[in-house]
């Protein structure tokens, strides 16, 4: 097993809480190790380029030498699609350029701070159960299945895009495609759902522009919660707190602003898994959801 270092990001100790608590009871039910990245700090967020980009590469980097560094850590696992793009990005600018490496080095340096030297890699939460567990090893660790819940995976634009940053998708059998990502279906399908052919999985929620111009996030939520539902879905299973939360306020925007309903539920890939595990909904934070799904997962026989 690598020796991986959590990094919930901002988001997983705000909006994204039941995501960082189904996160820390299913990787301990599962019987996977993981410590906390100490001191770290913000990945630079979608902000922090717009100041200036070096800035951000340098947050992310900081990150990734604590992990090494200071922590012995090989693996950073980041659940939110943000941080681990970011952190990727980072990855890659300095693997490709010797300048950035060097301007990151130097900033480290000046500031005090341990300095990354690329000897550390970055896994989504979905990469790394899967490379740990895989659908067979979901299977064998079942108590309780899933029940043939219809599930749209959704996985946002953040999770395959720029192609470039993620050298390690797209490679054949076994690994993850940026073109249509499966891991998510292949975990909660070994779970025991059943994933709906959705033509949505990577499409963009609006998160960037929720308030800037919420009009058009919502639109765009709606979107995807509409497809969702056109392809059978009973729920949309999220894999970035970012999107997760976009899509439960802007379900509730739609019908309160334009009277448009949908009914379809919104649910961590990882308080699914962990209902599967034999957790109960209060313990994976199902309650905590905006998107109040517990009467489906009754119904379903499932909590």
Not at 33 to 43: A, K, Q, R
Not at 113 to 124: A, F, I, M, Q, S
Not at 136 to 154: T, W
Request: charged share 20%; proline share 5%; hydrophobic share 35%.
């Amino acid at each position: 097993m690598a020796k991986v270092a959590y990094y919930p990001g901002c988001a997983l100790e705000g909006s994204g809480g039941p995501y960082d608590k189904s996160t820390r009871v299913l990787v301990k039910e599962l019987g996977l190790e993981m410590e906390n990245l100490e001191d770290y700090n913000c990945c630079g967020a979608m902000e922090v380029k717009n100041i200036h980009p070096m800035l951000q590469t340098y947050m992310s980097a900081r990150n990734l030498a604590i992990a090494s560094k200071l922590q012995g850590c090989d693996t950073v696992m980041a659940p939110c699609n943000g941080c681990y793009r970011n952190l990727k990005q980072t990855e890659y600018e300095c693997a490709t350029s010797e300048e950035t490496m060097k301007t990151v080095q130097d900033l480290a340096n000046k500031s005090g701070d341990p300095v990354y030297e690329g000897d550390v890699r970055t896994l989504h939460a979905l990469e790394w159960f899967m490379e740990e567990l895989g659908p067979e090893g979901i299977k064998q660790r079942v108590k309780k299945s899933l029940n043939g819940l219809k599930i749209a995976n959704y996985y946002g634009c953040m999770y395959t895009r720029p192609r470039q940053i993620f050298p390690e998708k797209d490679q054949g059998p076994g690994s993850e495609s940026s073109y249509a990502p499966h891991f998510m279906d292949d975990l909660l399908s070994a779970a025991g759902a059943v994933a709906v052919d959705f033509p949505l999985k990577t499409a963009c929620c609006g998160g960037a522009h929720t308030l800037s111009d919420s009009d058009t996030s919502t639109q765009l939520v709606l979107n995807i919660l509409q497809a969702a539902e056109d392809a059978g879905a009973e729920v949309i299973a999220t894999e970035c707190p970012t999107c997760h939360s976009g899509l439960e306020m802007h379900q509730v925007r739609a019908e309160v602003e334009f009277g448009i309903k949908t009914n379809v539920k919104v649910i961590y890939f990882t308080q699914l898994l962990g209902l599967a595990m034999g957790l109960s909904p209060r313990k994976v934070g199902i309650p905590d959801n905006v998107s109040d799904s517990m009467d489906l997962l009754a119904a379903k026989g499932i909590a």
